[in-house]
């Protein structure tokens, strides 16, 4: 894809781009759901819906069973992720590259406020956004809508067309995309399988990299 703009912003997510964290969501929802649904194939349900908000991913997938959740075990799936998904390990080498990156930078999470400001301070990352996280319990939808990227944008005060965005999940593609935004789509997660790149770009993305050590140049070359 062509672009006539320079990105002078950037904008990441927060689980699967700065911490490991996706696949610990995605461990703990096939062990909690497979003791209410042990006869369904819950994986392949599963994996397509890793990055939207978690009643969504239960909603849906509660749908394709045929078996409803009660809101109190909606809210018990969601207080054991956020408890495990705070300790996820920060994704490699993502310090050392956000350090090489002199754009300025926000975040814009499908998670909360409180929870991805708890990740950056146990990770060392806050010095990276400051103030700037952009989260789902602060706008009206939830990506794939592309709420988050615009208030990003907004705070920044830059049209969306100069921010470039990393994402790991079709629904934060999705969500960069119809925000006009340029999209990095980034598969180091351990969650990630071998066709992630091709889902990544079939949802917009006009890059892909796999290790984080390879998004400064990228970066810069967009900024050029």
Known sequence: MSRTLAVTHMICDCDGVLVDSESVAAAILLEELGQRWPDADLKPLLLPLLGQRIEVVLGEMALAVGAPLAPAEVESVRARLEEACALAPMVEGVDLAFARIALPKACASNSDTAHVRAILRRNGLTHFFEDRLYCADRVERPKPAPDVYLAAALGFGVAPERCVVVEDSTAGVTAAVRAGMCVIGFTGG??????QAQ???????????EQMEALPDLVARLAA
């Open 199 to 209: 889902l990544l770009r079939q949802a917009g993305a006009q890059f892909v990299l």
């Open 190 to 195: 351990t969650h990630h399988g071998a066709h």
